[in-house]
């Protein structure tokens, strides 16, 4: 059985205009929080649905992504993810 965990990791909206071009984007900043859990590939899913969660930003400028990542990936940067 492939195993899950679900990572919490945060954002920065790095949307800018310059000279009549608008680029939109989002860079992760180095923050994240892993819950110490293993679980399946399916469980995980279920966890980061977006009807899952309600969401409460005060900041436009920073969000949080819960998202899936395998266990094999722990500590990666740039791993894929199944």
């Known amino acids: 059985m492939k195993e899950f965990v679900l990572v919490i990791s945060m954002?920065?909206?790095?949307t800018y205009y310059l000279e009549g071009e608008?680029?939109?984007g989002w860079e992760y900043i180095g923050n994240q929080i892993i819950l110490e859990k293993?679980?399946?590939?399916?469980?995980?899913?279920?966890?980061?649905?977006?009807?899952?969660?309600?969401?409460h930003?005060?900041?436009e400028f920073y969000a949080m992504l819960p998202q899936c990542?395998?266990?094999k990936c722990a500590g990666k940067e740039?791993?894929?993810n199944d």
Not at 11 to 14: E, F, L, Q, V
Not at 38 to 55: F, H, L, P
């Open 22 to 24: 608008y680029n939109e």
């Open 69 to 71: 990542y395998h266990i």
């Open 11 to 14: 954002w920065a909206n790095t």
């Open 78 to 80: 740039d791993c894929k």
């Open 38 to 55: 293993r679980m399946t590939q399916r469980e995980c899913k279920a966890m980061v649905a977006k009807d899952a969660w309600t969401k």
């Open 57 to 59: 930003y005060k900041n």
